[in-house]
């Protein structure tokens, strides 16, 4: 097969929540750059104004809504706005990050909103068109922390690990109909998501010491991982937690 028809997005529409910051606005950009009619979703209007424009001045189409996915009802509001789609990104995410025995209700249930519940929300609305339409797929930014505990991991580990068991109930769902489901899961990308961490120069160091490449992540880093998820020459893996971490996982 030719490249362009392995991986080529034309005519495809793809939502990228987050897509106005760190790995969310990589992906935003590569898809478009692929050919795909890219909507950018997030909370800040400003921020997503400069990543269409950069877009459209890389010669790319997209688009933009302002989505608060704080709520379910703000994850619903998405879906009726954006319409039909063939690729989600669900990068939006947040990062609370108190220890375990400090973690209250209010911290718990905001964080299952951002990084759980709107991807839900957003495949239970838009997956059902993509099966029926033969061609979808389910894009999700994991964490380490999913599989692993380590710099107070409290609520948002557990938000990551439950993100990817429903990957895998989505590709159960509707993988045979053409929509596939898969989670690309970072090692530590220094963005505004994880501030916190990424102000600590100690703990930058230590935790690319860890990887094997030498280094901590970059958004563009998951470009390449992104366009193929949601291109054609996928069509055969679902399901899958696929590790984008310089091998931090295996160190």
């Known amino acids: 097969m030719h490249l362009e028809d392995m991986f ?3 005519g495809r529409t793809a939502l990228v929540t987050g897509g106005s910051s760190g790995i969310g606005r990589a992906i935003a950009g590569a898809l478009a750059a692929a ?3 890219v909507v950018v979703a997030a909370r800040t209007g400003t921020t997503i104004d400069a990543t269409v424009a950069a877009i459209l001045a890389d010669g790319g189409s997209a688009d933009e809504i302002v989505a608060d996915l704080s709520t379910r009802a703000g994850a619903h509001a998405l879906a009726d ?4 789609v063939d690729v989600i990104v669900s990068s939006a995410g947040i990062n609370l990050r108190p220890p375990m025995p400090d973690l209250d209700d209010a911290t718990w249930d905001a964080t299952m909103a951002v990084n759980l519940d709107a991807p839900f929300v957003l495949g239970q609305r838009l997956a059902p068109g993509m099966a029926r339409r033969g061609y979808g797929r389910l894009i999700h930014i994991s964490s380490q922390q999913a599989h692993r505990a380590f710099a107070a991991s409290g609520a948002y580990g557990v938000s990551k690990a439950a993100l990817e068991g429903l990957a895998r109930s989505q590709a159960e769902a509707w993988s045979a109909h053409g929509v596939t489901a898969n989670v690309l899961v970072p090692g530590f990308v ?6 916190r961490l990424s102000s600590d120069p100690t703990t930058v160091e230590a935790l ?3 990887t094997l490449v030498g280094r901590n992540g970059r958004p563009e880093d998951f470009a390449g991982p992104a366009v ?3 291109s054609p020459a996928s069509a055969y893996v679902t399901g899958q937690s696929i590790a984008v971490d310089g091998g931090f996982s295996v160190h």
């Open 190 to 195: 220094p963005t505004p998501l994880n501030e």
């Open 8 to 10: 080529g997005l034309g």
């Open 35 to 37: 050919g795909a009619h």
């Open 81 to 84: 706005a954006v319409g039909d």
């Open 208 to 210: 690319a010491a860890r």
């Open 228 to 230: 193929f998820l949601a």
